[in-house]
């Protein structure tokens, strides 16, 4: 099954969450797209245990900046049970985003969803 979703964030000067995806399938195609004038500071976030932790080091796909229309394709991959952006813009901005995952789904079970 496919499972494809496109929208669009404010993003805040404050860091916050920009979206959450609960794990239905280890691996999400995110393109990443920065609307607004402002850059855009990011990191993508796993969740082990109870702990939210960074997914990797700064200067790379899951941890960087976008400045105004920008577009980064970004591969995640993980196994835990959440994965979420974290983001802000100093003076603020507009975050476009689409995420695509392939997942198993059996017979007659329920839809996967991104977040709920």
Do not use: C, K
């Amino acid at each position: 099954m496919n499972v494809y979703v496109s929208d669009h964030q404010t993003v805040s000067d404050v860091s916050g969450t920009l979206f959450t995806l609960v794990q239905a399938s280890t691996l999400a195609q995110v393109t990443l797209q920065n609307t607004g004038a402002n850059t855009i500071n990011y990191r993508f976030q796993e969740l082990v245990g109870s702990t939210w932790t960074d997914m990797a080091l700064t200067g790379t796909d899951l941890y960087n900046t976008l400045t105004a229309n920008q577009v980064r394709l970004v591969l995640v991959t993980s196994s835990q049970p959440q994965v979420r952006l974290i983001g802000n813009a100093s003076g603020g901005s507009t975050l476009d985003f689409s995420v695509s995952r392939i997942v198993t789904r059996t017979s007659g079970g329920p839809v996967p969803l991104l977040n709920y």
